[in-house]
């Protein structure tokens, strides 16, 4: 028993406690770790998966899955090379990637909630759907992106904190808000922790499941608007690895896979270590076919300590 509590506790801040062996590990092996010009690059690299990994965070908190995330990124940066390359604007860019982003949510949410089709064949089918899109708008080619506003939001700072992860860190703000204040933050925890009982308390759980894949696919087209601004293009070929971060990311933060339990500030540590790991094993020189490795195990460990949280 008392070996099950010690677990308990590591398993609540398992997220933090391998964020800081990380630090320790990586700059007590390379002292460039923790440099000021490190830092800030691997702030602006996580605040794109930060963004991802909170829109992946409303939908496991419902005990759904998102597995178009990243194929939705995409498709709303080609939108945003679109538009902006039609010589409609940077503004009208933004806004059309972000609907976009959350137009492709709504498809997978009435599907989920109204069709009664699982979440998992879905978004798996929406993930395809969206990339070979994004690729027939493009015909397979990058837009350039030269605008000066962008790029400042991907340069800009204050201090070592780049625009991007201000955005970053915005949007967490909100969404914990959301999820711990507001009425239907309420619902989406009770929807995910059973949805039988919310609906008997009255609880709309189709509309909260819809919403929630909105949110999704909405905070995967500004994620879009982040990626381009830091690539400066619009690339249509979509990077799985987002998709497969966000989903660990969320795991390492302590969100419940089945529901019904949920943080915003875990899964952004998540994000954070991830991009760590990452970023620490290429400045020891470690070779990329190994960092897929790591973080496999990472997530492993922390899918282990989950079963332990209280």
Known sequence: MAAF?????????????????????FQSLN???LSAGNIRSMLVAAAILIVLTI???????TAGIDLSIASIMTLSAVVFGMVFVGGLGLPLAIIAAIIAG???????????????????????????AASGLALILSDGKPATIISAPLLKLSTG?????????????????IAHVVLFHTRFGTHVLATGGNVEAANATGVRTERVKT????????????????????????????NTAFLLNSVAAVVLGGVSLFGG????????????????LVN?????????FYQPLAVGIVVILAAFLTRFQK
């Open 5 to 25: 509590r010690d677990l308990s506790k590591w398993a609540d801040w398992a997220a933090l406690v391998g964020l800081i062996v990380l630090v320790i590990v």
């Open 31 to 33: 002292s460039t770790f």
């Open 55 to 61: 829109g992946q965070t409303f939908v496991v908190a």
């Open 102 to 128: 959350a137009l492709v949510g709504w498809a997978n949410g009435l599907l989920i909630a109204r069709g009664k089709i699982t979440d998992f064949i879905v978004t798996l089918a929406t993930l395809s």
């Open 157 to 173: 700072a204050v201090g070592i904190i780049g625009y991007s992860v201000i955005i970053a860190l915005v949007i967490a703000v």
């Open 211 to 238: 919403i929630v894949y909105v949110i999704s696919g909405l905070l995967a087209g500004v994620a879009a608007v982040l990626l381009v601004a830091r690539v400066g293009a619009a690339e249509p070929a979509a």
């Open 261 to 276: 339990r949920a943080t915003i500030i875990g899964p952004v540590i998540g994000a954070l270590l991830l991009t760590a």
């Open 280 to 288: 620490g094993l290429t400045l020891l020189g470690v070779s990329q």
